[in-house]
């Protein structure tokens, strides 16, 4: 079982990256999928999660009317479409895979993990 995360780069403040992360190895269709991150000497946090069909989701407060996760169950993917990016937004960037049909914000509710794609946010 696999979770491959791309997209990620450098790009400057006010510009855009969308990250991808496509499944291998199983469906994912029935789980809660999420996307965290993790800056240099700081602690991972979750920033946006989907449900299983997508209806439901849900951001940090920090990407809010920024950043936006959706899913394709037929190609076992999910995405984040990153806008208005600022230096803050500079992390590595993970995609999970919850236990759960919902997902959460606890990442301790995620049992698979991407190898991560670095994003660089340059002022």
């Known amino acids: 079982v696999q979770l491959q995360a791309s997209g990620g780069g450098s790009v400057q403040a006010g510009g855009s990256l969308k990250l991808s992360c496509a499944a291998s190895?199983?469906?994912?269709?029935?789980?809660?999928m999420g996307w965290f991150r993790q800056a240099p000497g700081k602690e991972r946090e979750f920033v946006a999660g989907?449900?299983?069909?997508?209806?439901?989701?849900y951001y940090a407060d920090s990407v809010t009317g920024r950043f936006t996760i959706s899913r394709d169950n037929v190609k076992n993917s999910v995405f984040l479409q990153m806008n208005s990016l600022n230096p803050e937004d500079t992390a590595v960037y993970y995609c999970?895979?919850?236990?759960?049909?919902?997902?959460?914000?606890?990442?301790?509710?995620?049992?698979?993990w991407g190898q991560g794609t670095l994003v660089t946010v340059s002022s």
């Open positions: 999970a895979a919850s236990r759960t049909v919902y997902g959460s914000k606890d990442y301790s509710q995620y049992n698979y």
């Open positions: 989907i449900s299983w069909n997508g209806a439901r989701k």
């Open positions: 190895g199983r469906t994912f269709s029935n789980n809660g």
